[in-house]
T-cell receptor, first 113, second 107 residues
Framework: KAGVTQTPRYLIKTRGQQVTLSCSPI?????VSWYQQTPGQGLQFLFE???????NKGNFPGRFSGRQFSNSRSEMNVSTLELGDSALYLC????????????FGQGTRLTVV | GIQVEQSPPDLILQEGANSTLRCNFS?????LQWFHQNPWGQLINLFY???GTKQNGRLSATTVATERYSLLYISSSQTTDSGVYFC?????????FGRGTSLIVHP
């Protein structure tokens, strides 16, 4: 069974631009969560989607947004990129959204220049 | 919010040695997972262990939810065990990760 797939794997953007990252969950999983990992802040929860609705949200500014489609695939968008948004963005899928076991993709490494 | 503390932050071992990694958390949790982050950044599931004890080969984990801690045991360590180990807890459906234990296993 295929794992969680994130695209693209690497991305370089300029300050002020916007970016969209994609995540395809494990087949049958309906919850998708997004995380940001930086050396300074560690791994931080961004938000979680289930049945096309955002269920939980971490402490990030409104520039970070997401959505989930009817096939459970999810996208994350960051607008008006800042240098500090450079990070590894990880996506995880779970069967349900109530804190069940999460399985992670390989991540998208975003560099903002 | 909940606090998650992992210890030790860094660990250097010779191949074949055993080790114990600890995860303390400040409140009751819905679940707890241990992950190993490989050099390419992917988080590999080790254990989903809200309570009790589990074993998988050379690795085992114990969570004592009432005392708010979890332990990850690595026996007969190998160079491929090198990497960062994270514990993550979920409280009120919000996941929180510890800062990790960075493990280096020398041949």
């Amino acid at each position: 069974k295929a794992g969680v797939t994130q695209t693209p794997r690497y991305l370089i953007k300029t300050r002020g631009q916007q970016v969209t990252l994609s995540c395809s969950p494990i087949s049958g999983h309906r919850s998708v969560s997004w995380y940001q990992q930086t050396p300074g802040q560690g791994l931080q929860f961004l938000f979680e989607y289930f049945s096309e609705t955002q269920r939980n949200k971490g402490n990030f500014p409104g520039r970070f947004s997401g959505r989930q489609f009817s096939n459970s695939r999810s996208e994350m968008n960051v607008s008006t990129l800042e240098l500090g948004d450079s990070a590894l963005y990880l996506c995880a899928s779970s069967l349900e959204y109530r804190g069940t076991e999460a399985f992670f993709g390989q991540g998208t490494r975003l560099t903002v220049v | 919010g909940i606090q998650v503390e992992q210890s030790p932050p860094d660990l250097i071992l010779q191949e074949g040695a055993n080790s114990t990694l600890r995860c303390n958390f400040s409140d009751s949790v819905n679940n707890l997972q241990w992950f190993h982050q490989n050099p390419w950044g992917q988080l590999i599931n080790l254990f989903y262990i809200p309570s009790g004890t589990k074993q998988n080969g050379r690795l085992s984990a114990t969570t004592v939810a009432t005392e708010r801690y979890s332990l990850l045991y690595i026996s007969s360590s190998q160079t491929t065990d090198s990497g960062v180990y994270f514990c993550a807890v979920v409280e009120s459906y919000i996941p929180t990760f510890g800062r990790g234990t960075s493990l280096i296993v020398h041949p």
